[in-house]
T-cell receptor
Framework: GQNIDQPTEMTATEGAIVQINCTYQ??????LFWYQQHAGEAPTFLSY????GLEEKGRFSSFLSRSKGYSYLLLKELQMKDSASYLC?????????????FGKGTKLSVIP | GAGVSQSPSNKVTEKGKDVELRCDPI?????LYWYRQRLGQGLEFLIY????????KSGLPSDRFSAERTGESVSTLTIQRTQQEDSAVYLC????????????FGEGSRLTVL
């Protein structure tokens, strides 16, 4: 099975930078994803890492270390609309069968 | 349509009844996923399809749950003899292929079992 851990809640100030960590334990690792989910809405894709290193996309960056089973999502220049849950998801498996397992999500509150 | 479409958006049913939830993925997407999300909880994997085949059914909670996909398009998730613990939002997502990075989610079907 897979085990994915991320903090339950975080609070940060508008305009600041926040880092949301995710650790995982799995076999047959095949990629790590970050999704954003606003309350009452469906998740939307933010980023995908399959190799070690940093992927940058505008205000959002995601980092992966496969050897450490660790990823983080970095949000810069926080805006009020960034208040949402951020879901870390790991794809793993093999032999043509993969499962995308989500963590429980980190609820981020951005305050003025 | 342009996105993943799910129906019904809301379903209230009595304990013991059967329900069927439908998902229309984005045209051309070969991979289709079903997840369950209980109130305030994370996404729980149920099943995924590659084409019309389901390589991994390990997430289905019990034999009351079944799913099928036809024509590499529409999928239905059926819950027989519903129980109160089945109450949740059932989310469907599709991707271009099972190797693709991005899943596109529908708005979900909210099921309430009384």
């Amino acid at each position: 099975g897979q085990n994915i851990d991320q903090p339950t809640e975080m609070t940060a100030t508008e305009g600041a930078i926040v880092q949301i960590n995710c650790t995982y334990q799995t076999s047959g690792f095949n990629g790590l994803f970050w999704y954003q989910q606003h309350a009452g809405e469906a998740p939307t894709f933010l980023s995908y890492n399959v190799l070690d290193g940093l992927e940058e996309k505008g205000r959002f960056s995601s980092f992966l270390s496969r050897s450490k089973g660790y990823s983080y999502l970095l949000l810069k220049e926080l805006q009020m609309k960034d208040s949402a849950s951020y879901l870390c998801a790991v794809r793993a498996g093999g032999a043509g069968s993969y499962q995308l397992t989500f963590g429980k999500g980190t609820k981020l509150s951005v305050i003025p | 349509g342009a996105g993943v479409s799910q129906s019904p958006s809301n379903k209230v049913t009595e304990k013991g009844k059967d329900v069927e939830l439908r998902c229309d993925p984005i045209s051309g997407h070969t991979a289709l996923y079903w997840y369950r999300q209980r109130l305030g909880q994370g996404l729980e994997f149920l099943i995924y399809f590659q084409g019309n085949s389901a390589p991994d059914k390990s997430g289905l909670p019990s034999d009351r749950f079944s799913a099928e996909r036809t024509g590499e398009s529409v999928s239905t998730l059926t819950i027989q003899r519903t129980q109160q613990e089945d109450s949740a939002v059932y989310l469907c997502a599709s991707s271009f292929s099972f190797a693709a990075g991005e899943l596109f989610f529908g708005e979900g079907s909210r099921l309430t079992v009384l």
